[in-house]
């Protein structure tokens, strides 16, 4: 009964340690990834990526079609 009471204790212990630790990654996980996502540069290149895509020549987004008797790998 006390082996198994040290071993629910231990666990409760571990769990609360492990997700106090979990919290404090995340944390400074986001404020990493707020700080890259507000920097101008970031910015500026989503900006530029966004209009070369929407001024950009659409014809590499249609769908591939071989023609009839095409074999792959010829």
């Known amino acids: 009964m006390i082996k198994r009471l040290l071993v629910v ?3 409760g212990a571990g769990y609360v340690a492990g997700a106090a630790a979990g919290r404090e990654r995340y944390e400074q ?3 990493i990834a707020l700080r890259i996502k507000d920097d101008p540069h970031v910015q500026q ?3 530029d990526a966004a209009d070369f895509a929407m001024h950009h020549d659409h014809s590499a987004a249609e769908p591939f079609v071989p023609s009839q ?3 792959v790998g010829q």
């Open 9 to 11: 204790t231990s666990f």
């Open 29 to 31: 996980i986001r404020r």
């Open 45 to 47: 290149a989503l900006d």
């Open 69 to 71: 008797g095409a074999r």
